[in-house]
């Protein structure tokens, strides 16, 4: 299983570009990178996926370096409500449909202050 | 994106009794999951309840203590029996999201023990 490890915390203003980072040493070549967004008291909300390289969306960015052990997600100009919890899963479902390789680590609390 | 639904949204219980949590979701999806989140932690994979076959336990969970159901595509059940306070915590069902290897999640049900 792809283990990951991400800082427990982080404090970031508002209006400053947030990075948090994510090490997967043990990625697999089938393995896809995953963040989650996790508010108190709601499911977790997908925010992201890469496999490698760079990607963007409307509300983040993912940057994967050539070797797949680490990746960044990118916030841009945080504001109070991204306040939450950060997670980054790694692995795929495998030919039986399960989530066991999915599994969510610690995340990252970020704090957005004003 | 799936809208998925779950009942009850919260609830307290005594000891010994058991609840069952209902998923339901808008649309048909083959792979559903079900997780725990204790209070302050991370999210922890109960098991995958897929569509047409027997639900899979992770390590730590037995089908007597949650028993689940999966009668059809946009349906899921999960009971939690014999209950004691060390059950308290939040349970989430998930479903495979239209992006590969992610995840939609439900609000989670918020079960207090005493």
């Known amino acids: 299983l792809a283990k990951t490890t991400q800082p427990i915390s982080m404090d970031s203003y508002e209006g400053q570009e947030v990075n948090i980072t994510c090490s997967h040493n043990?990625?697999?070549?089938?393995?896809?990178i995953t963040w989650y967004q996790q508010f108190p008291s709601q499911g977790p909300r997908f925010i992201i996926q890469?496999?490698?390289t760079k990607v963007t969306n409307e509300v983040a960015s993912l940057f994967i370096p050539a070797d797949r052990k680490s990746s960044t997600l990118s916030l841009p100009r945080v504001s109070l409500s991204d306040t939450a919890v950060y997670y980054c899963?790694?692995?795929?479902?495998?030919?039986?449909?399960?989530?066991?390789?999915?599994?969510f680590g610690s995340g990252t609390q970020l704090t957005v202050l004003p | 994106s799936a809208v998925i639904s779950q009942k009850p949204s919260r609830d307290i219980c005594q000891r010994g009794t058991s609840l069952t949590i209902q998923c339901q979701v808008d649309?048909?999806?083959?792979?559903m999951f079900w997780y725990r989140q204790q209070p302050g932690q991370s999210l922890t994979l109960i098991a995958t309840?897929?569509?047409?076959?027997?639900?899979?336990?992770e390590s730590g969970f037995v089908i007597d203590k949650f028993p689940i159901s999966r009668p059809n595509l946009t349906f899921s059940t999960l009971t939690v029996s014999n209950m004691s306070p060390e059950d308290s915590s939040i349970y989430l069902c998930?479903?495979?999201?239209?992006?590969?290897?992610?995840?939609?999640f439900g609000p989670g049900t918020r079960l207090l023990v005493l």
């Open positions: 890469g496999y490698k």
């Open positions: 899963l790694v692995g795929d479902f495998g030919s039986s449909g399960s989530a066991r390789q999915l599994t």
């Open positions: 998930s479903v495979e999201g239209r992006i590969q290897e992610t995840q939609y």
């Open positions: 043990n990625i697999a070549t089938n393995d896809y």
């Open positions: 309840a897929n569509q047409g076959s027997e639900a899979t336990y």
């Open positions: 649309s048909q999806v083959t792979m």
